[in-house]
């Protein structure tokens, strides 16, 4: 039985077509863990403040919402190979650039820059893999991506601080420049992909690279599947966006916990993002409905932890938390795969980036204003309930498309 449920995992791993990209992926996710607690760690040594992690948080999120329409039409219009890799070299020198610089501003302007010449990456990585692997391969594929990301994660996470304390983040972020030229040599390995001429001849060449990014949107808007996505997107990342940003608020003023015990919610979430994919995906494969049942029960945990505070329920709450991002994660990713032809398969997942940022930066900033107005407990019952609507939302849309084929 077990080697039959391990069975799909071994053989994605081993196919020659998309081992390079994992092996990548999970050296550039241990390098990436790396370099955000560094960054975080450097900007409040050199500040002494929480304002100058928001005024970051918050500009990288922009970034995604500003370049997102642009990487989509490059991802499609380009060799995805080649884009990838020039987004890990550039990202690469911008790291070498914070291993060296002393001042917070010129930290949070490589920082953004860094972001922005990464926008394209997630798209084309997103493109790229259906045309490596088989359509039944692409489960398992996107599984294996999403649980190997979360173990990286957490070894780099639990391993960061005491390297940061010995070595300084001076080290780490050198660190993270050789995982991108090494992600970046193990893409060569992959196919290319020739690049595809635009389908709009007429006018000028920046009047066409527009007609392009309009005609994603609009393909994503009319989609009968992709088209709900987007409103559910932006009500789900409008609804997590500051529960996620504020789980330290709730932690020390609702769970009253130490600061040393934050980590164990972290820990809570990370195992059940590990599980997540090989539990309900691998038993029912990419049904939709995976995307929305986790909004659901995401949305009634937030509830229960605005209204519980005992640490073993907190604790089982955000375990479940984990299974169901991770869930929807891997499920979303491979029905949009699926369903979206190749020539605007960037477009859209770019399209759908950007719908979460800004559904993302608008509750950050909403949250953060409320918090100390109502409290952190009404902040998280509110955003559980529009979560909870959001996963229903969905489910009713998908449940009257398939009705009516």
Do not use: K
């Not at 992690?53 to 989509?72: D, F």
């Not at 999403?146 to 960061?160: F, H, K, N, P």
């Not at 990342?237 to 972290?266: C, D, E, Y």
């Amino acid at each position: 039985m077990l080697t039959a449920a391990v069975i799909p995992y071994a053989r994605i791993i081993r196919d020659p077509h998309y081992r390079p990209l994992w092996i990548a992926q999970v050296v550039s996710s241990f390098g990436d863990t790396l370099h955000y607690i560094a960054l975080v760690v450097l900007l409040f040594r050199l500040t002494g403040s929480g304002t100058a992690l928001a005024v970051l948080a918050l500009a990288q999120i922009g970034t995604t919402l500003a370049v997102g329409p642009v990487a989509g039409v490059i991802v499609d219009r380009y060799d995805r190979r080649t884009v990838m890799i020039v987004a890990d070299l550039l990202r690469a020198a911008c790291a070498i650039g914070l291993a060296f610089t002393g001042q917070a501003p010129t930290a949070i302007g490589i920082a953004v820059v860094m972001a922005a010449v990464g926008v394209p990456f997630n798209p084309a990585f997103q493109a790229l893999v259906p045309t490596l692997v088989d359509e039944e391969s692409l489960l398992a594929a996107n599984t294996v991506r999403w649980s190997t990301e979360q173990v990286t994660q957490i070894v780099a996470a639990s391993g960061a601080g005491a390297l940061l304390l010995a070595y300084g983040t001076t080290p780490a972020f050198l660190f993270n420049a050789a995982t991108f030229i090494f992600s970046a040599t193990m893409l060569l390995r992959l196919p290319r992909r020739h690049p595809v001429p635009s389908a709009h001849s007429d006018g000028g060449a920046v009047h066409r690279f527009w007609a392009e990014a309009r005609a994603g949107f609009a393909y994503a808007r009319h989609d009968a599947f992709i088209g709900p996505l987007l409103l559910v997107q932006g009500l789900a990342s409008f609804a997590t966006g500051g529960t996620a940003a504020l789980l330290v608020v709730l932690s020390t003023r609702h769970l009253h916990l130490q600061p040393n015990q934050f980590a164990w919610l972290l820990i809570a979430i990370g195992a059940g993002a590990l599980a997540g994919p090989f539990l309900l995906p691998r038993r029912f494969g990419a049904d939709v409905r995976l995307v929305f049942w986790p909004y659901v029960w995401r949305g009634l945990g937030d509830i229960l932890l605005g209204l519980f505070m005992p640490l073993p329920v907190a604790l089982a709450i955000l375990f479940a938390y984990g299974v169901g991002t991770s869930t929807g994660a891997v499920t979303f990713g491979t029905s949009v795969q699926q369903r979206v032809p190749d020539g605007m398969r960037g477009r859209v997942f770019a399209t759908l980036d950007v719908v979460w940022a800004t559904g993302e930066i608008a509750s950050i900033g909403v949250a953060g204003w409320l918090v100390d107005r109502v409290g952190i407990v009404v902040i998280y019952i509110g955003g559980g309930i529009l979560l909870t609507l959001a996963g229903v939302l969905g489910l009713v849309v998908t449940a009257l498309s398939t009705a009516r084929r």
